[in-house]
């Protein structure tokens, strides 16, 4: 599976963006999907997962009722909707793939897209 991540940039405190990633193959609606960022020096942070499905979505408490995970198998594409973002929220944001569970640990992802910066301006 080969997963491109889209839609960062420059948004200010407050303000809103949804970042996109779309698989490569037939196989998607196999894995769950996952959703984590990364700062400078810093590991990488969980931040939301979805069932294969769709129907079970996990989130980190630093971004619970503010970000919104959601996927379509027909075009094979998980979104993270993000609203009423924070400085804290600049990072790389990167999806990926986990075949065996809606996992909160980086380690246990099969695949990983490249990443897209969001800057979220004070």
């Known amino acids: 599976v080969q997963l491109q991540a889209s839609g960062g940039g420059l948004v200010q405190a407050g303000g809103s963006l949804r970042l996109s990633c779309t698989a490569s193959?037939?196989?998607?609606?196999?894995?769950?999907m996952g959703w984590f960022r990364q700062t400078p020096g810093k590991e990488r942070d969980f931040v939301a997962a979805?069932?294969?499905?769709?129907?079970?979505?996990i989130y980190a408490d630093s971004v619970k009722g503010r970000f919104t995970i959601s996927r379509d198998n027909g075009e094979n594409t998980v979104y993270l909707q993000m609203n009423s973002l924070k400085p804290e929220g600049t990072a790389v944001y990167y999806c990926?793939?986990?075949?065996?569970?809606?996992?909160?640990?980086?380690?246990?992802?099969?695949?990983w897209g490249q990443g897209t910066l969001v800057t979220v301006s004070s």
């Open positions: 990926a793939a986990d075949l065996l569970a809606r996992s909160q640990t980086a380690t246990h992802y099969d695949y």
């Open positions: 193959g037939r196989t998607f609606s196999s894995y769950n």
């Open positions: 979805i069932s294969r499905s769709g129907g079970r979505t």
